[in-house]
């Protein structure tokens, strides 16, 4: 099993640019979730799906947060424009029976 | 909603000594308790949980209490090991619908040899 994949690992973008963060869930798992990790704020929950469908987005920050899932192998998190204060590592999580939640390695953001 | 708190943020010890790290929870209809190891760099990996059925469970050197009365939990590692220097993270679910699980600060545990 490959795990919950991400990409990029690594992002570094300008003010007002559009960030696209892209996670592939682990095969046969049925919800997803978009964390954000800070020093400040530390690991913060965005967004999570449920059988495709969005359940809960009240962590995502602003209207310039968006996030998708057009099917069960795909999701996207998309930041338009982006702001420096966007700078953090986001995670995507994955689980089947409920509660076990596994992390892909995540994204690094860096916006200047 | 639900809000977790943990302590203490910074915990160092000796190799071979234990560490206990602790939380509380604010929802009572909260059911499981997840414990995550972040190593430096690396992503959230889940090492022991525990439902609201159990008091107590156990994996090798680690284990995990929890009393739903008063609504805390706590991390237990025995005989730790440099390699156990890590951020430790305490979670709780975050609604009924049994998904969303809310983290708290994280404890940066180091271990001295």
């Known amino acids: 099993d490959a795990g919950v994949i991400q990409s990029p690992r690594h992002e570094v973008t300008e003010m007002g640019q559009e960030v696209t963060l892209r996670c592939k869930p682990i095969?046969?798992?049925?919800?997803l979730f978009w964390y954000r990790q800070t020093m400040m704020r530390g690991l913060e929950l965005l967004i999570y799906f449920n059988n495709n469908v969005p359940i809960d987005d009240s962590g995502m920050p602003e209207d310039r947060f968006s996030a998708k899932m057009p099917n069960a192998s795909f999701s996207t998190l998309k930041i338009q424009p982006s702001e420096p204060r966007d700078s953090a590592v986001y995670f995507c999580?994955?689980?089947?029976?409920?509660?076990?939640?596994?992390f892909g390695p995540g994204t690094r953001l860096t916006v200047t | 909603g639900e809000n977790v708190e943990q302590h203490p943020s910074t915990l160092s010890v000796q190799e071979g000594d234990s560490a206990v790290i602790k939380c509380t929870y604010s929802?009572?209809?909260?059911?499981?308790f997840p414990w995550y190891k972040q190593e430096l760099g690396k992503r959230p990996q889940l090492i022991i949980d525990i439902r609201s059925n159990v008091g107590e469970k156990k994996d090798q050197r680690i284990a995990v209490t929890l009393n739903k009365t008063a609504k805390h939990f706590s991390l237990h590692i025995t005989e730790t090991q440099p390699e156990d220097s890590a951020v430790y993270f305490c979670?709780?679910?975050?609604?009924?619908?049994?998904?969303?699980?809310?983290f708290g600060k994280g404890t940066t545990l180091s271990v001295s040899s």
């Open positions: 095969s046969g798992h049925n919800s």
């Open positions: 999580a994955s689980s089947y029976i409920a509660y076990e939640q596994y």
């Open positions: 979670a709780a679910l975050a609604n009924q619908a049994g998904t969303a699980l809310i």
């Open positions: 929802d009572s209809a909260s059911n499981y």
